[in-house]
T-cell receptor, first 111, second 115 residues
């Protein structure tokens, strides 16, 4: 079946630190992979996506590479800011309107 | 940019009331979804719709119904609200894509409290 596993949080970093949030998946077929971000009190916003193996999605300094060999889609950012504090969700879609979400990882960035 | 608008940010209802949550999208998307989000349980799909008047049950449809009379509007109905339906409700929309590479676009959510 299809599922997404992401690292438990919270993750606490100082401003300008390097960020990695791990995400691995299991899927039948050839899924598309997504990262969403949720700021307090808001809905989820699409951060980036990748639709095939070796694709790199990037946005706002965040990036993630679709690794089929390790079934991973880790989120990275070279230098986090306080404004990046939020909950990050990894998700996959294998077609037919079905999305699978990870449990979310809360990021706290301290000044 | 796609805009998905949920009619209320916060709602407080009493047990047994009939509750309507409304969602409108402005990008002519075929697909619309209702999720609920609870701490420790993540996002769970309640219902989705792939066309006007069409609906499919998600993972937790019990106690809910939906209505899609127009393409841009998708309503979630709690026929008789109960305290275990206290939650954050998220509406989303997407373009149709057999390959599954169209992302979901979410509204800001409705936090419903049933007392």
């Amino acid at each position: 079946g299809n599922s997404v596993t992401q690292m438990e949080g919270p993750v606490t970093l100082s401003e300008e630190a390097f960020l990695t949030i791990n995400c691995t998946y299991t899927a039948t077929g050839y899924p598309s992979l997504f990262w969403y971000v949720q700021y307090p009190g808001e809905g989820l916003q699409l951060l980036l996506k990748a639709t095939k193996a070796d694709d790199k999605g990037s946005n706002k300094g965040f990036e993630a590479t679709y690794r089929k060999e390790t079934t991973s889609f880790h989120l990275e950012k070279g230098s986090v800011q306080v404004s990046d504090s939020a909950v990050y969700f990894c998700a996959l879609s294998a077609g037919f309107n079905k999305f699978y979400f990870g449990s979310g990882t809360k990021l706290n960035v301290k000044p | 940019d796609v805009k998905v608008t949920q009619s209320s940010r916060y709602l407080v209802k009493r047990t047994g009331e009939k509750v309507f949550l409304e969602c409108v999208q402005d990008m002519d998307h075929e697909n619309m979804f209702w999720y609920r989000q609870d701490p420790g349980l993540g996002l769970r799909l309640i219902y989705f719709s792939y066309d006007v008047k069409m609906k499919e049950k998600g993972d937790i449809p019990e106690g809910y119904s939906v209505s899609r009379e127009k393409k841009e509007r998708f309503s979630l109905i709690l026929e008789s609200a109960s305290t275990n339906q206290t939650s954050m409700y998220l509406c989303a929309s997407s373009l149709s894509s057999g390959q599954g590479n169209s992302p979901l676009h979410f509204g800001n959510g409705t936090r419903l409290t049933v007392t």
